[in-house]
């Protein structure tokens, strides 16, 4: 398996049991291979790039202190490791309450003293700040389903196994989910948004 090559279901299930027998090869091509979509879905979801850094850590440390405790049972590793970053992320909003408001020197210490990276990330922010807003309009289960299956990267079966739902339930929710979003996104589609 080369470095740019993603490893099978197979492979992924025997880098679990080489983990679980203490092989730390397998611990670090496990971190290796998911630290960037749990960064992501978790990024997503708390809205904060120095808690989501601090919460993926979590996520690992937690896979290492449990993964003796983890069962295949036909759930796909993956929908264990998110379900575990979605537990984090709910602890995370109990303790910190939803405060999405962010420093200026914690932002200019993220992109540096470029302008032209101070704009992009500015506009990413507000981009961002407006597709959570939207969601709060969704379900829990659609706003689950569409945050593992965009930011996290997970397949259909991997989100199903990850919410408890049937494959055809989850593409349900993603396109129930999908459908609100694109009609309040779209110009003039929230009627309690205001033009400033």
């Known amino acids: 398996m080369s470095d740019k ?3 099978t279901r197979a492979q992924l299930e025997a880098l679990v049991v080489s983990a679980q027998a203490g092989e ?3 611990f670090e091509a496990l971190y290796d291979h998911f630290y960037d979509r749990i960064y992501r879905y978790v ?6 790039a120095t808690a989501a850094e601090d919460i993926t850590e979590d996520v690992f440390l937690r896979m290492l202190k449990s993964i003796g ?3 295949h049972r036909g759930h796909p590793f993956s929908s264990w490791l998110f379900r ?7 602890d995370y909003f109990r303790k910190k309450g ?3 408001s962010v420093p200026l020197d914690k932002v200019l210490a993220v ?3 470029s302008s032209i990276d101070l704009d992009n990330y500015v506009q990413t922010k507000l981009a961002m700040r407006e597709v959570n807003a939207a969601m709060e309009d969704l379900t829990d289960l659609q706003r689950q389903v569409i945050s593992l299956r965009f930011a996290g990267g997970l397949s259909v ?8 739902r049937n494959e055809n339930a989850v593409k349900a929710l993603q396109h129930a989910g999908i459908k609100k979003l694109r009609k309040i996104l779209m110009p003039g589609g929230a009627p309690s948004q205001q033009t400033v």
């Open 157 to 164: 079966n991997e989100t199903a196994q990850a919410v408890g």
């Open 98 to 100: 939803r405060d999405k």
């Open 84 to 90: 575990i970053g979605h537990n984090l992320v709910v």
């Open 111 to 113: 992109v540096g003293e």
């Open 69 to 71: 405790s983890y069962k």
């Open 5 to 7: 090559q993603s490893p």
């Open 24 to 26: 730390t090869a397998a």
């Open 43 to 48: 990024s997503f979801k708390a809205g904060d």
